[in-house]
């Protein structure tokens, strides 16, 4: 059975950090473009970052550069997302997603072969 499995969410107080970790299973995540997207309570789901099969190119969207940073480690078949100060609007539930593809722009969410459960970040306003 393929998963991804999010874990590190939690409660956080603006300004503060949070390291959240997407670990697979039944799949080679080195194989995958990995990507961060997050919904907000009552706003679509969006894409917030991504990086390359081997680390050499990633992007993010303006909203977060700076602030976070995505990080793979192909060897222990994971990746993670480090989020330092963090806003209230960073509030959502984080999801990890696995794409055959570096897509130029997003691609809609059935092109994302496998996708995570989700974890919840708050960050209080």
């Known amino acids: 059975q393929v998963q991804l499995v999010e874990s590190g969410g939690g409660l956080v107080q603006a300004g503060g950090s949070l390291r959240l970790a997407c670990t697979g299973s039944?799949?080679?995540?080195?194989?995958?473009?990995m990507n961060w997207f997050r919904q907000a309570p009552g706003k679509e789901r969006e894409f917030i970052a991504r990086?390359?099969?081997?680390?050499?190119?990633?992007e993010y969207i303006d909203s977060v550069k700076g602030r976070f940073t995505i990080s793979r480690d192909n060897a222990k078949n994971s990746v993670s997302l480090q989020m330092n100060s963090l806003k209230p609007e960073d509030t959502g539930v984080y999801y990890c997603?696995?794409?055959?593809?570096?897509?130029?722009?997003?691609?809609?969410?059935?092109?994302?072969?496998?996708w995570g459960q989700g974890t919840q970040v708050t960050v209080p306003s």
């Open positions: 997603a696995a794409s055959g593809k570096w897509y130029a722009g997003v691609a809609p969410a059935n092109q994302y072969e496998y």
């Open positions: 039944g799949l080679t995540i080195g194989e995958y473009v």
């Open positions: 990086i390359s099969w081997h680390s050499r190119s990633t």
